[in-house]
């Protein structure tokens, strides 16, 4: 079985050196992997202007879509050779009917060095109704998308009246005890930028840390204004006038920097993939909802898993039933850890979003994952 890349857009050069097929998913400039990002579905109870039109989105055909058994066996096959965290993402992976059954079979899946961490990103809007069977099932870390405090502004941002329910979701978060609890927030010029310091002291409020995220190319429309996003070190100084900010070393292959506020203990983090990318210790992979494996939020290479998976028209657990099946079963295995290697193999040094020769991906972030 090959490995098969499908260019969306640009395709970078092959890297030179040769494709290992032991050891741990180390790409070509020494990175190692350990975060698988599994996207749900492409579909959203939201639409948020950064993202997706209000109106005449296309959605992925949902014969497109993997099966939970699908799922599982390219986890299974990615703890085995490293990775240690899988986090649902979407569009809203809430939305997916199966939700609970896809956290329990996905905590269950183990490594060479013990269970995997089932993490997740959701807007919250069903968080509340949900939340304790995700517990029950074995979800771990949970991050919760806020933008706004105001529901006249949350409605016009994001097209949708659901600021209620998303505050009851991260009630319900905060009163469940997972632990970190993480609160996003797209800081926008004009939107949010005056209530930085408010959602930060919500977020301490419910005992979470406010994570704050430059507002990136990554819109379905390709609107993407640059002098619309708050930079870091705007963000920074809006915090510094309420707050001392001392950062926390040890990132690591981390995406947000932290700083405590007033020396702790709580804290506050940002994701700066424009201005201060973390490239360089990025140890991620992105599985859209459709089978497509990517190195790199921004990259214009997908790496097709869906011919592999589904090569012998049957899935994984009707394979099952004979010795022949058996065999199928294994050759898939085979096939799926040969395409996360050359999916990490190819992996670029970085993202080039500041380059002049940029291009946004053709997919919106909603359909790659967020």
């Known amino acids: 079985m090959t490995a098969v890349a499908v260019a969306i857009g640009r395709r970078p050069p092959e890297p030179s050196a040769p494709l290992l097929m032991t050891g741990p998913l180390i790409d070509t400039h020494g990175r190692i992997h350990r975060d698988l990002r599994i996207s749900l579905t492409d579909r959203c109870s939201l639409r948020c202007t950064y993202c997706m039109p209000e109106q005449g989105n296309e959605w992925l055909a949902r014969t497109s879509i993997l099966s939970t058994d699908e799922i599982v066996e390219i986890a299974s096959v990615a703890a085995g050779i490293g990775v240690t965290t899988f986090r ?31 993490a997740m990103t959701t807007n919250g809007i069903r968080l509340a109704a949900v939340l304790p069977e995700l517990i029950d099932a074995g979800l771990s870390r949970l991050n919760i998308s806020i933008d706004t405090l105001d529901r006249e502004r949350f409605t016009a941002l994001t097209r949708r009246d659901r600021l209620a329910d ?6 319900a978060a905060a009163a469940s005890g997972l632990r970190p609890l993480k609160l996003n927030a797209v800081a926008m010029r004009g ?82 993939s424009v201005t201060a990318p973390f490239c360089g210790d990025c140890d991620r992979l992105r599985l859209t909802a459709d089978g497509q494996l990517r190195n790199c939020l921004f990259s214009t290479t997908e790496y097709d898993l869906l011919p592999v998976l589904r090569a012998s028209g049957t899935d994984a657990s009707a394979s099952a039933a ?48 967020g």
Not at 89 to 118: C, F, M, N, S, Y
Not at 166 to 171: C, E, H, K, N, P
């Open 322 to 369: 004979s010795a022949s099946a058996n065999a199928d079963v294994a050759a898939d295995e085979r096939g799926v850890e040969r395409m996360l290697r050359a999916c990490v193999h190819g992996k670029l040094p970085g993202h080039a979003i500041n380059d002049p020769s940029f291009l946004q991906p053709s997919r919106g972030m909603n359909a790659i994952g």
């Open 88 to 118: 649902l993402t979407g569009g809203e992976p809430l939305l997916r009917p199966d939700i609970v059954e896809v956290v329990r079979r996905l905590a269950a899946v183990r490594g060479p060095d013990g269970p995997v961490q089932i």
């Open 191 to 272: 939107v949010n930028d005056g209530e930085l310091v408010e959602l930060v002291e919500f977020a301490i409020s419910m005992g979470a840390q406010l994570r704050f995220i430059e507002q990136m190319p990554l819109d379905a429309g390709h609107t993407w204004d640059r002098s619309m996003m708050v930079e870091r070190d705007e963000i920074l100084a809006a915090l510094r006038q309420r707050w001392r900010l001392d950062p926390i070393p040890g990132r690591g292959g981390a995406p947000a920097e932290q700083w405590t506020l007033d020396g702790g203990p709580h804290s506050v983090g940002v994701i700066a």
């Open 166 to 171: 998303v505050l009851a979701g991260i009630t």
